[in-house]
Antibody, heavy 120, light 107 residues
Framework: QVQLHESGPGLVKPSQTLSLTCTVS??????????WSWIRQTPGKGLEWIGY???????YYNPSLKSRVSISVDTSKGHISLKLTSVTAADTAVYYC????????????WGQGTLVTVSS | ELVLTQSPVILSVSPGEEATLSCRAS??????LAWYQQHPGQAPRLLIY???TRATGIPARFSGSGSGTEFTLTIGSLQSEDFAVYYC?????????FGQGTKLEIK
């Protein structure tokens, strides 16, 4: 059974880079039929889709974050990484790694989420 | 960006009664709309996709309807575990977006 687990620093200083890793266990990122996403949730803006990709295809980033975000994959480790540069307090959120069927952009599998606070 | 507006923000309903939640899109989302349930401290759970198709394992008391810009989630005979926050999500246009949520609370 595939599981997703997010990890990374819980506290990041303003203007620095937020870096998170999603570890995929019980399955492979390479296996077809799925897309992989990062989604965040804040009290103010609610749920926000940061970006997604199909393995072997392009990365798709939310235009509101595109200049600051990047997603990368290390298939040998089963890792999906998220980097968000120049963070502010508005980036304080619970960050989720998620997976859905390639045919339909919905989320069927979520990680447990990790809270990242941006504060000096 | 396609904006989803959910109403009401808070809905108070007694157990055993029916709840009706609404989601309005700023432009047509066809039937490319999903509903999720979220309990405190947990990740959301998919209930409905394609506006009206129940996800695997979702009880029949959950039903979705609508197309275009108006969508409804109906929960019949509310159980204690149904009191949670509900979100709609559109996947018609990128970036995919969520509504701000409706909190279903016990009356």
């Amino acid at each position: 059974q595939v599981q997703l687990h997010e990890s990374g620093p819980g506290l990041v200083k303003p203007s620095q880079t937020l870096s998170l890793t999603c570890t995929v266990s019980g399955g492979s990122i390479i296996s077809g039929g799925y897309y992989w996403s990062w989604i965040r949730q804040t009290p103010g803006k609610g749920l926000e889709w940061i970006g997604y990709f199909y393995y072997g295809d392009n990365m798709y980033y939310n235009p509101s974050l595109k200049s600051r975000v990047s997603i990368s994959v290390d298939t040998s480790k089963g890792h999906i990484s998220l980097k968000l540069t120049s963070v502010t307090a508005a980036d304080t959120a619970v960050y989720y790694c998620a997976r859905g069927p390639r045919s339909t952009p919905i989320i069927l599998l979520w990680g447990q989420g990790t809270l990242v606070t941006v504060s000096s | 960006e396609l904006v989803l507006t959910q109403s009401p923000v808070i809905l108070s309903v007694s157990p055993g009664e029916e709840a009706t939640l609404s989601c309005r899109a700023s432009q047509s989302s066809s039937t490319n709309l999903a509903w999720y349930q979220q309990h405190p401290g947990q990740a959301p759970r998919l209930l409905i996709y394609g506006a009206s198709t129940r996800a695997t394992g979702i009880p029949a008391r959950f039903s979705g309807s609508g197309s275009g810009t108006e969508f409804t989630l109906t929960i019949g005979s509310l159980q204690s575990e149904d009191f949670a926050v509900y979100y709609c999500q559109q996947y018609n246009n990128w970036p995919y977006t969520f509504g701000q949520g409706t909190k279903l609370e016990i009356k």
